[in-house]
């Protein structure tokens, strides 16, 4: 093995764990451990929830803005949205397989979502292209992670435990929202996921970029 073929090994092992503490949740969960720290205090959580929407809505409308779903074609790919995105860009990231149930809802939702939330990143990527074991894909899908400034802050697996195997944009967006990873809307907004009749999980086979 020459000296650059072991070089090349080196990284590409590097590459592959960093991958795997992205998906595993590895990261540190600051905000959300801060919050179980304190799990009891209503008036704690009510006060994180508003001040985390509140930073989420003075940034809604500047920065870069996507209002599409983001094929990732790659594990290489996936550790680049993840680190080389602005730190102020909020990031959703649907881990799934086709066939699995809740899978065309998911996708549907975040078609609808991307456009309600144009600074908010929405991506997705099949579980056999990061490497996923086998184990991970039976049991946790679909998943849905979500990061901040290269940190994973958000990290659901088995997303139809909470919502169901046919759910909705708007289903999705309080479900996000109660967690405080989603802004509430400003009153005045162009479209609204609740009076879109065509966001819904039959949105799934709408084109995805």
Known sequence: MTCRSHLDEEEEQRKQKDLQEKISGKMTLKEFAMVNEDQDD???????RKQRMEEMRQQLHKGPQFRQVFEIPSGEGFLDMIDKEQKS???????????????????????CLAAEYPAVKFCRVKSSVIG???????NALPALLIYKGGELIGN???VTDQLGEDFFAVDLEAFLQEFGLLPEKEVLVLTSVRNSATCHSEDSDLEID
């Open 42 to 48: 209503e008036a704690f959580l009510q006060q994180y």
């Open 89 to 111: 860009t909020l990031i959703m990231v649907h881990i799934y397989e086709d066939g699995i149930p809740g899978t065309d809802a998911m996708h549907g939702c975040m078609i």
């Open 132 to 138: 996923a074991s086998s184990r991970f894909t039976s």
């Open 156 to 158: 659901f697996v088995r």
